[in-house]
């Protein structure tokens, strides 16, 4: 089973487990870096945008893509989002359909995506983008696929969490790192820093250094009377669920108990049964994520759609705190393509 990142991670200073873990860091670091800094010669007529991050795990992908989807809708254009649908069965290209697609198809994000803009699901990214623009994409957003060199892409957003930045900077699996920062900095265009911290502002320092724009976004939860003054059980299966549990301390409620799983993790009887439980024993208001949700939604087990009744969501938004400078950036990536 998938885990949850370690602890160790996310921490500024690099520990003893750390630098115990640093040789094969090292070799891991050169096999990713190697496969990143291929040349991409799969190029399509339409301005390719990827919205990545340097870190293994969530750190606000999903809500950025979205964000910029509703930009560009905002302008007349047609973007499509494309992403591989992590979690999910389809290879694809499929195009997501909430209506008849469940999790277990196309993944929890891409049903996220496919309420924000059409979203194409593909194993291939190449052709994935060739689907998009054959049902009229004019521009396409990929959630995700920054350290994939198989497509090119006109413009690459990086998005990191302020909260932690790239903790402690160290490469997979020492680190968080996907592939050695310094690396991943040459194919970054922009750094969109998600919310106020320590981690977020020593990132930014290196990205000024080399001459990436950054941006500054945060994520705000939308009012839920629900969950506001109440005591809760908060359940959470993403790449870093303590950004869960703070966002929902922000609304007012109580945490009383937490349980959390790895990253697009399905829940099992035994763990569905278990939150129900606990949450009727201490009166508890069961909470969760919009993704956790979703996969709780497509699942046809009794048990399951029981707990997706009962919980409540905490649904959250990316907002720019400059929305006119992403604009002017996007508008630049449309101007400069070579096919329009």
Do not use: C
Not at 274 to 288: C, F, N, Q, Y
Not at 290 to 300: I, P, Q, S, T, Y
């Amino acid at each position: 089973m998938q885990r949850t990142a370690p602890d160790f991670w996310w921490r500024q200073r690099i520990g003893l487990k750390a630098l115990a873990l640093a040789p094969v860091a090292f070799v891991y670091g050169r096999i990713a870096r190697a496969r990143m800094l291929k040349s991409s010669r799969d190029r399509v007529e339409v301005p390719v945008i990827v919205v990545g991050n340097f870190v293994a795990g969530g750190a606000g992908k999903t809500p950025t893509t979205i964000a910029l989807a509703r930009l560009l809708r905002n302008e007349g254009r047609a973007p499509f989002i494309l992403t591989r649908g992590y979690g999910g069965n389809l290879e694809g290209p499929v195009r997501a359909d909430p209506d008849t697609h469940g999790a277990r198809e196309i993944g929890d994000e891409a049903l996220l995506l496919a309420e924000a803009a059409p979203t194409i699901v593909s194993a291939d990214r190449g052709a994935g983008a060739r689907a998009a623009i054959a049902e009229g994409a004019d521009i396409i957003l990929m959630d995700d696929g920054f350290q994939n060199p198989a497509l090119f892409r006109d413009f690459a957003f990086v998005v990191a969490e302020g909260a932690v930045g790239v903790g402690n900077g160290m490469t997979i699996p020492a680190g968080p790192l996907r592939v050695p920062l310094r690396d991943q900095m040459v194919k970054a265009n922009a750094l969109i820093v998600i919310g106020p911290g320590e981690g977020g502002a020593r990132l930014v320092r290196q990205a000024a250094r080399r001459g990436l724009t950054v941006l500054r976004a945060d994520l705000k939860p939308r009012p839920n009377p629900d969950v506001s003054g109440r005591r809760v059980l908060a359940f959470a299966g993403i790449g870093r669920p303590q950004k869960f549990f703070d966002t929902l301390e922000e609304t007012g409620a109580e945490i009383v108990e937490r349980r959390t799983f790895p990253d697009h993790h399905v829940l099992t009887r035994q763990e569905v049964q278990e939150i129900l439980t606990t949450a009727e024993e201490k009166s508890l208001v069961a909470v969760t994520t919009a993704k956790d949700m979703r996969r709780l939604e497509g699942d046809d087990q009794e048990l399951m759609r029981w707990l997706a009744g009962s919980a409540r969501v905490i649904e959250v938004d990316l907002v720019f705190r400059d929305e006119g400078r992403v604009m002017e950036l996007l508008r630049r990536v449309i101007r400069d393509h070579p096919f329009r």
